[in-house]
């Protein structure tokens, strides 16, 4: 069955700092990856995806993700966080040719002033 | 499109009850999604639908729970009894557009703004 595990429950870095967010996934076969953020109180949004074209993939907001087979990663990074990204983000799979979706546990991200 | 339409917003409920929640996809959307998200279990899929038909039902937790899509535009689950341990988030999503053909599999979801559902 799919998998996905991110690394901290929470994470805080200060402002204009590097995001980096941990993401991986078990699965014989690469899935199609996504990253959804959740901002208080509302649904998720995506941020990316990844669908096998490119292995660094942009999205909005200035986030980037990087599908690295070999690590079974697609690790969430911003180069200088904004007070704006403080959310809460999830890293999610879906084997391709189905619909069904297995989201990770999600990662609280605070930037410090 | 206004996007995902949930209602209600919020529902405190007394243990025992029948609650429902309803949920209005984004039109042309052929794939609709219910989740349930708690601090102990993050996002757990509950049940899809595929063309108003249900695919996949397996993360429905027990028989207390059902859920119906009697057409494109519109879906409710349901849980009855109610339990406190049913407390939670309940997000509806859709994905896929009937418009520019069938729907690929890497489509994103569109979630709903939620239910918070406290059963006390």
């Known amino acids: 069955a799919q998998s996905v595990t991110q690394l901290g429950s929470h994470v805080s870095v200060s402002e204009g700092a590097l995001v980096l967010l941990r993401c991986n996934y078990s699965?014989?076969?690469?899935?199609?990856l996504f990253w959804y953020v959740q901002y208080p109180n509302q649904g998720l949004q995506l941020l990316l995806k990844?669908?096998?074209?490119?292995?660094l993939v942009k999205g909005i907001n200035g986030f980037e993700a990087e599908f690295k087979k070999s690590e079974t990663s697609f690790h969430l990074t911003k180069p200088s966080a904004h007070m704006s990204d403080a959310a809460e983000y999830f890293c999610?799979?879906?084997?391709?040719?189905?619909?069904?979706?297995?989201f990770g546990t999600g990662t609280k991200l605070q930037v410090i002033p | 499109d206004a996007g995902v339409i949930q209602s209600p917003r919020h529902e405190v409920t007394e243990m025992g009850q029948e609650v429902t929640l309803r949920c209005k996809p984004i039109?042309?959307?052929?794939?609709l999604f219910w989740y349930r998200q708690t601090m102990m279990r993050g996002l757990e899929l509950l049940i899809y639908?595929?063309?108003?038909?249900?695919?996949?039902d397996s993360g429905m937790p027990e028989d207390r729970f059902s859920a119906k899509m009697p057409n494109a535009s519109f879906s409710t689950l349901k849980i009855q009894p109610s339990e406190p341990r049913d407390s939670a988030v309940y997000f509806c999503?859709?994905?896929?557009?009937?418009?520019?053909?069938?729907?690929?599999?890497?489509?994103?979801?569109?979630f709903g703004s939620g239910t918070q559902l406290s059963v006390l």
């Open positions: 999610a799979a879906r084997p391709g040719g189905y619909q069904k979706v297995t």
């Open positions: 999503a859709s994905s896929g557009d009937r418009r520019v053909g069938r729907g690929s599999t890497n489509e994103k979801l569109f």
């Open positions: 639908f595929n063309n108003n038909v249900p695919i996949d």
């Open positions: 699965s014989s076969v690469p899935p199609y």
């Open positions: 039109s042309g959307h052929d794939y």
């Open positions: 990844y669908t096998s074209a490119a292995t």
